[in-house]
């Protein structure tokens, strides 16, 4: 085996193009233990965070700016270290849609909304030197990007009115432990909006949607766009991964401006123990985050439950719906 930083990824979560309904009291009408903030008036109060990013008060957001429309990406690792994580993911999931179904515009509309789910297998094929030798060349295979369909799905992606669209998600979710061991997230997320938009994945970015990417992985970002890869001998797979920024240019220019795109990670704040097992470092999506700014999260995927992270995603999109600018 390739002397990696074997399971790397990603996926995750993502959503909320703009608030949560609220009742005649003032509290949340939220069907799940989600803690999304905001309010679906425009008379709600903003979160610390809201109020950083917009720099002004939620009456102060037009209803004609923030945006109606959310696209939602999951990239999860499918390497074999990710069972634990997937089922507490899926087990989530009929609540993440829950709260989804209450989001409003800021004129009392239900939220357009799309998921899709892509894993992080990429087809790449790698010879690693050990003793001054290569070894004879790994070949991995993967999803490069297509979205994971299932019985009855009319398209590669979910909509709102579809039937059964939480169980079918959980399905399509459930990805499997069988792709690579080294995972590509980013780069996942590349084919899955770029080079998958000319195919299967054709039609599922709408320009007036806020596009919303979640990565889970308790590894760390392996990206390549090569298909042929020799690895130094003694260096891991960051020796001659894709520069994070090559991503974020990547999704700047897909939407035309930083605003109308976010990002949330659940991986490895440090390295971790927890109900799911290990997870290392993930440095390189920690870069990632950093560089998107205030328009991505990173969350813990050692906490125990996954809820967490997922709430803290959907706060993320959120905000950056309301703040959604034009061209």
Same mark, same amino acid.
């Given at each position: 085996m390739v002397n990696k930083v074997h399971h790397l990824l990603v996926s995750a979560v993502a959503a909320g193009c703009v608030v949560v309904a609220?009742? *005649? /009291?003032?509290?949340?009408?939220?069907? $799940?233990s989600f803690g999304v903030t905001g309010s679906g008036g425009d008379s709600g109060s903003l979160n610390q965070r809201d109020s950083e990013v917009l720099g002004s008060s939620d009456s102060e957001? *037009? /209803?004609?700016? #923030? &945006?109606?429309?959310?696209?939602?990406? %999951?990239?999860?690792?499918n390497s074999l270290s990710m069972k634990e994580e997937q089922t507490n993911l899926a087990s989530n999931f009929p609540k993440f849609v829950d709260v989804l179904n209450k989001f409003t515009s800021k004129n009392g509309e239900p939220i357009d909304y799309r998921i899709a789910v892509t894993t992080t297998g990429i087809d790449v094929n790698v010879t690693e030197v050990i003793s001054g030798k290569n070894q004879p060349t790994e070949v991995q295979k993967g999803e490069n990007g297509a979205f994971k369909t299932t019985t009855g799905m009319t398209r590669p992606w979910l909509e709102r009115s579809d039937a059964n669209i939480s169980s079918t998600f959980t399905t399509? #979710?459930?990805?499997?432990? /069988?792709?690579p061991s080294w995972e590509m997230p980013l780069e996942g997320s590349r084919r899955a909006l770029g080079d998958r938009l000319q195919d299967t994945n054709k039609g599922f970015v709408r320009d007036d949607a806020l596009l919303g990417i979640v990565y889970l992985t308790d590894e760390?970002? &392996?990206s390549l766009t090569k298909a042929n890869i020799t690895l130094p001998e003694g260096s891991t797979c960051s020796a001659v991964s894709e520069p994070t920024g090559t991503y974020t240019s990547f999704f700047d220019k897909l939407k035309g401006v930083r605003g109308r795109w976010a990002a949330a990670v659940i991986a490895g704040q440090t390295k971790c123990k $927890?109900? %799911?097992g290990s997870a290392i470092e993930a440095k390189r999506l920690k870069t990632f985050v950093t560089e998107v700014g205030a328009s991505a999260i990173f969350s813990s995927i050692c906490e125990g439950d996954l809820s967490k992270g997922l709430e803290e995603a959907l706060n993320t999109f959120n905000t950056a719906c309301k703040s959604f600018p034009a061209h």
């Open positions: 609220c009742d *005649s /009291a003032g509290t949340q009408d939220d069907p $799940s957001v *037009s /209803a004609d700016t #923030a &945006c109606k429309k959310m696209d939602i990406v %999951f990239v999860v690792d399509i #979710a459930n990805v499997g432990l /069988a792709g760390d970002d &392996c $927890s109900t %799911f």
